[in-house]
Every structure is written in C-alpha cells, then in structure tokens.
C-alpha cells in the first residue's frame, strides 16, 4: 500500500500530497534556508518530483529563485511557504512543517558549518552537502 500524505500552506488555499517515501529527511542549517524559514534551522523531507502534487490551488503559488540550485514556492495568497523545488539534485524538498501528519525522522544535517543553533542530537553533520549532490562530504563533530 502506497502511503500518501497532505499538507496546505498556512491559510489552506494550496494542497499538497506526497507519495511513498522520502529519498531522505534532515535539517539544513544554511543561511539561505534560515532566512526563508525564518528559523534557526530548516527541517527538510526530499522527494522525487513524481511523489510530490498540488492537489489544490495551482494558481497561487509563487516563485522565488535566489540561486539556480533553488526553486521556492510559497502560495501568493498567504505567503505560506510550500516547498523548494532543486533541480539540479533532481529533489523537491517540501518543509516537514507542511505536511504535519508525516512522521519526520531527520537522519543528517546539511551546512552545518553555517550553523547557528547547534545539535547535539547523534545524526552525521556535513559542512555542507553530500558528496553525491556535489559537496564535500565533509564530516564535522557534533
């Protein structure tokens, strides 16, 4: 059975549904991340584009693209975040906070060399990214 989950932007206008499984779950500590979340960390769920559709208002979701490594979409209506599309990690990442009724399980940080909040919580700290998603997979202490 093929779990499905939903979740809207703040004022309910737009839905979203997510398939399956993350390809992986965690929390980003980069500059770009905490300034769009507003939050000293960015809890993250990376999806395959295929497992992510808007089920709902299509229409009002806005585009934001800091760098070409960032696709953010946020409703127009309320300025509720959505998601960051990455095209060039083939990933969507739709925040954790927008699909409450997903069990979030972080398994890694992410640019934690930018890390404002410190967490001593036993998961891999990278620098920044994987190696596989072209960083250096550099492993930092806790």
């Known amino acids: 059975m093929t779990h499905k989950h939903t979740g809207t932007c703040f004022c309910g206008a737009v839905e979203i549904e997510v398939t399956g ?17 507003a939050g000293p ?6 999806w395959k ?4 559709k808007i089920t709902k208002g299509a229409e009002l979701i806005s585009h934001f693209s800091k760098t070409k490594m ?14 960051t599309d990455h095209p ?10 927008t699909i409450p009724d997903f069990a979030f399980a972080p398994g890694i940080h992410v640019n ?6 410190p967490m001593k919580d036993g998961l891999l700290k990278l620098k920044d990214f994987p190696a ?11």
């Open 70 to 83: 960032s696709d953010r979409q946020f409703c127009a209506q309320c300025g509720g975040h959505l998601m």
């Open 41 to 46: 960390v960015n809890a993250f769920t990376l």
């Open 112 to 117: 934690y060399a930018q890390t404002v909040h």
């Open 21 to 37: 499984k993350p390809e992986a779950m965690g929390y980003c500590h980069c500059d770009s991340c905490r300034s769009w979340s």
């Open 88 to 97: 060039t990690f083939g990933l969507i990442d739709v925040y954790a906070a």
């Open 132 to 142: 596989e998603l072209g960083g250096s997979g550099e492993v930092m202490p806790e």
């Open 49 to 52: 584009p295929e497992k992510v």
